[in-house]
């Protein structure tokens, strides 16, 4: 327990600290945003926190994080470069347990909850000169399910939305209650 709160003592965010400086990360336009460069070292987030740390951060199946190096701080990056926000455990995962240099966008706001939200843009390692671009989702989600291939947006063609689809109806409801809402709307 001492450990889980020294961790939530380490995640406030530091007074003041700017890393604004040397970002090129482009705006959202999201509230509370702010540009931000920093150094870290790619963690699994559960093994931060509890100890149940597996091979190569989970292979995909954990939510990674960064631990900042200026501060010791864990950060959440939930998103990545592209328009989705499908998160960014894709990008960072080829960086599992190695330091590296991240730009993008930091949100922060006491108002809103939200201290140590990143929006990851681009990352290298630690020394690289090349930065990486934070836009692979797409192309690895592709890769992973070759039978959903087709047009439109990927999350029309995603097996495991349309398995909850199927199960839960689209306002999550059941397929009765879906039924009736849309005799109800489209008379």
Same mark, same amino acid.
């Given at each position: 327990?001492?450990?889980?709160?020294?961790?939530?003592?380490?995640?406030?965010?530091?007074?003041?600290?700017?890393? &604004?400086? @040397? &970002?090129?990360?482009? &705006?959202?336009?999201?509230?509370?945003?702010?540009?931000?460069?920093?150094?870290? /070292?790619?963690?699994?987030?559960?093994?931060?926190?509890?100890?149940?740390?597996?091979?190569?951060?989970?292979?995909?199946?954990?939510?990674?994080?960064?631990?900042? &190096?200026?501060?010791?701080?864990?950060?959440?990056?939930?998103?990545?470069?592209?328009?989705?926000?499908?998160?960014?455990?894709?990008?960072?995962?080829?960086?599992?347990?190695?330091?590296?240099?991240?730009?993008?966008?930091? =949100?922060?706001?006491? $108002?809103?909850?939200?201290?140590? =939200?990143?929006?990851?843009?681009?990352?290298?390692?630690?020394? $690289?000169?090349?930065?990486? /671009?934070?836009?692979?989702?797409? /192309?690895?989600?592709? $890769?992973?399910?070759?039978?959903?291939? @087709?047009?439109?947006?990927?999350?029309?063609? %995603?097996?495991?939305?349309?398995?909850?689809?199927?199960?839960?109806?689209?306002?999550?409801?059941?397929? %009765? /209650?879906?039924?009736?809402?849309?005799?109800?709307?489209?008379?």
């Amino acid at each position: 327990m001492r450990y889980l709160l020294a961790l939530l003592a380490l995640a406030m965010p530091a007074a003041a600290q700017d890393f &604004s400086e @040397g &970002s090129e990360a482009k &705006s959202w336009n999201l509230y509370a945003e702010q540009p931000a460069r920093f150094e870290a /070292k790619v963690v699994d987030i559960l093994c931060e926190v509890t100890g149940d740390c597996p091979e190569n951060c989970g292979d995909g199946t954990r939510q990674l994080g960064l631990v900042r &190096s200026a501060d010791n701080v864990l950060v959440f990056p939930n998103k990545n470069s592209q328009p989705a926000f499908t998160g960014a455990a894709v990008e960072l995962l080829p960086f599992c347990g190695q330091d590296v240099e991240v730009d993008g966008l930091l =949100i922060e706001d006491e $108002d809103l909850g939200a201290r140590n =939200i990143y929006l990851v843009q681009t990352i290298r390692r630690q020394g $690289d000169a090349e930065w990486t /671009k934070a836009n692979r989702w797409t /192309k690895v989600w592709a $890769d992973t399910h070759p039978d959903a291939a @087709g047009k439109g947006p990927w999350f029309r063609r %995603d097996p495991r939305v349309n398995a909850e689809i199927a199960r839960e109806g689209y306002f999550g409801l059941g397929a %009765d /209650k879906d039924a009736a809402i849309k005799d109800e709307l489209f008379e």
